[in-house]
């Protein structure tokens, strides 16, 4: 038999998943977590607010969610008081790239992003067919200035800029992100990835009008929000451009669990604020704990903290084996010199007290 | 400005969608629907331990769901007797059908489908750029013998068939799904589209080898187990295939709540027979409320029922404008002969006394 007759393009993809996730990781284990530090998720939680329209909806599951997310993109373009019209809504961040990548990139065409940045808009783009361009970190940030430089070289027609920054908790200022979109070619999209915005310092957020072309936003109710088990996240930008995921999108996708969720929590800005002072928080004890054991943490404007173990990849390789094998899931930036550091996300004070063991031995151990 | 560049196909693509939810018909009215029979949802609504596990399910979304839906695939394994590794989640069958088509179908590549048949399918397959090419029904059924002609004729790639069929209702015995399977093209690959198969009758489901390279089988969460507003469907295929889809897919797209409600759904079955009885309840009672009338419902292998309202497309229009105008969600086919009908979802006794009322006035003014 033949079989069935796949595109070229989809043959040829890797079959590499962009993240093992923790729930893959326990059953390897045999074992659950103590800490479950990994995937930025929040484990502070929803609002208590979205849990109860969560409870709410799941009597009503027998009806499709509604298709055009109508009650949610309403609230949120209140919220960032913008029109509806640019607002799209899609199944996380992750979701959201698929289809933007694929409103955008033929074979052969040019992306640039950060070597070391978010897996999974690499994956969508090779996807595609997209032929990956990365610039490195510089000071352990995403450089504005190189990303900038090689788009115009290539003409690329879009370029990933994640700000705050994943994996390293950096930020840049509103003014760099701007400054980035002025020295953009014109007709490159800047795919600015704001999923940790909501922890991020006043001055983070650069103001843009929402019908400017040259950007698209995304946000995400998975990390401030504590929604990551319903997948919603949004786009903002200019109308046309957000009118052509009606085009692909799979309209009945959204969740009504989901969509009840996501727009109980975002009406409860309180529980936002205290879940971001908590997080800040954790940050001061996580620098504690690496500083205890003469390692240290970098800033962060993110849910998580990048703890640069004092060695190479190898080493912090070794801290985040020693972790994984004490049942503490954390995970680390995959190139160097990132991957000198290890990434926790914040938590509560009870999972940091395990980390805090935890990471005492593991880098005991690793440096031998 | 100039704006992003999109790719040419993007461009081509019509700005239509498949179907006009429910909500936005609400929205446009402004009033609620009095009975809502038009998506082919459960009012029935999921089993009590689907709405528990969802319930449960409330308070740990701050998790991403497990991004290889592990427990629900060894559940749905165990459940067909089939290995874990012939089975793909996705968000619905909608879902699914966007990944098979990308998976197969690359600009220019042919299709081969029934004209009046599942236009999300239709949607899909023009969104990558393949080439539709439609047979018609005969006697109000997928018409395999022209299926397999077509497909043989064009050497398609690709060929969809529904059992049972939506919107009509109809159906084939196993014998003949598997009579098309040994017809078609042993290259062809038969995606049999079996989201009403648990409301049909015994015989209708074909038995065949999970590895079978010809065939990949949809089903869905959506319609007998109540939860189309959690987006869980699944496909059976040979491992090679369902393989693809983890280089394509969305991975952490499937939400926790889906997971643990289709779960728990699935571990149910008296539940779903309760419902089954409950839907051919619905039937009788459609049947005897089109009788009435001087109308005549089609017999039906689904939650639905397609009533022949005695005219042509031009009275089964105004037949389902006069429900709509009176509250009462139904919908019809898209063509001619077919279009004869509207398509009425199996409802409780007290949504079936709404619309025998407005049936009833609904086709006297139509008839003038």
Same mark, same amino acid.
């Given at each position: 038999?033949?079989?069935?007759?796949?595109?070229?393009?989809?043959?040829?993809?890797?079959?590499?998943?962009?993240?093992?996730?923790?729930?893959?990781?326990?059953?390897? $284990?045999?074992?659950? !977590?103590?800490?479950?530090?990994?995937?930025n998720e929040s484990v502070f939680g929803p609002s208590?607010?979205a849990?109860?329209?969560?409870?709410?909806?799941?009597?009503?599951?027998?009806?499709?969610?509604? $298709?055009?997310?109508?009650?949610?993109?309403?609230?949120?373009?209140?919220h960032? #008081?913008? *029109?509806?019209?640019?607002?799209?809504?899609?199944?996380?961040i992750?979701?959201?790239?698929?289809?933007?990548?694929?409103?955008?990139?033929?074979?052969?065409?040019?992306?640039?992003?950060?070597? /070391?940045?978010? *897996?999974?808009?690499?994956?969508?783009?090779?996807?595609? #067919?997209?032929?990956?361009?990365?610039?490195?970190?510089?000071?352990?940030?995403?450089?504005?200035?190189?990303?900038?430089?090689?788009?115009?070289?290539?003409?690329?027609?879009?370029?990933?800029?994640?700000?705050p920054?994943n994996?390293?908790?950096?930020?840049? $200022?509103?003014?760099?992100?701007?400054?980035?979109?002025?020295?953009? *070619?014109?007709?490159?999209?800047?795919?600015?990835?704001e999923a940790y915005i909501d922890f991020a310092p006043? %001055?983070t957020a650069?103001?843009?009008?929402? &019908?400017?072309?040259?950007?698209?936003?995304?946000r995400t109710f998975s990390k401030a929000y504590g929604l990551a088990?319903?997948?919603v996240g949004y786009?903002?930008?200019?109308?046309?451009?957000?009118?052509?995921? &009606?085009?692909?999108?799979?309209?009945?996708?959204?969740?009504?669990?989901?969509?009840?969720g996501a727009?109980?929590a975002l009406?409860d800005q309180d529980w936002l604020a205290q879940v971001c002072a908590q997080v800040s928080?954790a940050h001061?004890?996580?620098?504690?704990?690496?500083?205890?054991?003469?390692?240290?943490?970098?800033?962060s404007a993110t849910n998580f903290?990048?703890? &640069?173990?004092?060695?190479? %990849?190898?080493?912090?390789?070794?801290?985040?084996?020693?972790?994984?094998?004490?049942?503490?899931?954390?995970?680390?930036?995959?190139?160097?010199?990132?991957?000198?550091?290890?990434?926790?996300s914040a %938590?509560?004070?009870?999972?940091?007290?395990? !980390?805090?063991?935890? !990471?005492?031995?593991?880098?005991?151990?690793?440096? /031998?």
């Amino acid at each position: 038999m033949t079989g069935p007759r796949i595109t070229p393009l989809v043959a040829s993809l890797p079959a590499t998943v962009p993240f093992v996730g923790p729930d893959a990781h326990m059953r390897a $284990s045999g074992r659950p !977590f103590r800490a479950r530090l990994g995937a930025n998720e929040s484990v502070f939680g929803p609002s208590p607010r979205a849990i109860e329209a969560m409870e709410r909806a799941a009597r009503d599951v027998w009806v499709y969610g509604d $298709s055009e997310s109508h009650a949610l993109r309403a609230a949120l373009a209140a919220h960032h #008081g913008v *029109p509806m019209a640019n607002i799209a809504i899609g199944e996380g961040i992750d979701g959201l790239l698929g289809l933007l990548v694929r409103i955008m990139i033929a074979p052969g065409d040019a992306v640039v992003t950060s070597d /070391g940045a978010y *897996p999974t808009f690499n994956y969508h783009v090779t996807g595609f #067919g997209g032929v990956l361009h990365k610039v490195p970190y510089r000071d352990d940030r995403e450089d504005p200035a190189a990303l900038a430089e090689r788009t115009a070289e290539l003409g690329a027609k879009l370029v990933y800029l994640s700000n705050p920054d994943n994996p390293m908790g950096s930020w840049h $200022s509103a003014r760099v992100v701007t400054g980035l979109l002025d020295a953009l *070619p014109e007709d490159t999209l800047l795919l600015l990835d704001e999923a940790y915005i909501d922890f991020a310092p006043e %001055g983070t957020a650069p103001a843009i009008d929402p &019908d400017d072309p040259r950007v698209i936003r995304m946000r995400t109710f998975s990390k401030a929000y504590g929604l990551a088990g319903v997948r919603v996240g949004y786009a903002i930008g200019a109308s046309p451009l957000i009118a052509l995921f &009606d085009r692909i999108r799979n309209h009945f996708g959204m969740t009504l669990t989901g969509q009840a969720g996501a727009l109980a929590a975002l009406a409860d800005q309180d529980w936002l604020a205290q879940v971001c002072a908590q997080v800040s928080d954790a940050h001061d004890r996580i620098a504690a704990i690496a500083e205890a054991q003469g390692a240290f943490a970098l800033p962060s404007a993110t849910n998580f903290t990048a703890i &640069d173990c004092g060695g190479d %990849g190898a080493l912090a390789r070794k801290v985040l084996e020693g972790l994984m094998a004490r049942d503490v899931f954390v995970r680390m930036p995959g190139v160097a010199p990132l991957d000198r550091c290890i990434r926790v996300s914040a %938590g509560r004070p009870e999972d940091l007290d395990i !980390f805090a063991e935890a !990471f005492a031995e593991a880098l005991a151990e690793a440096r /031998g």
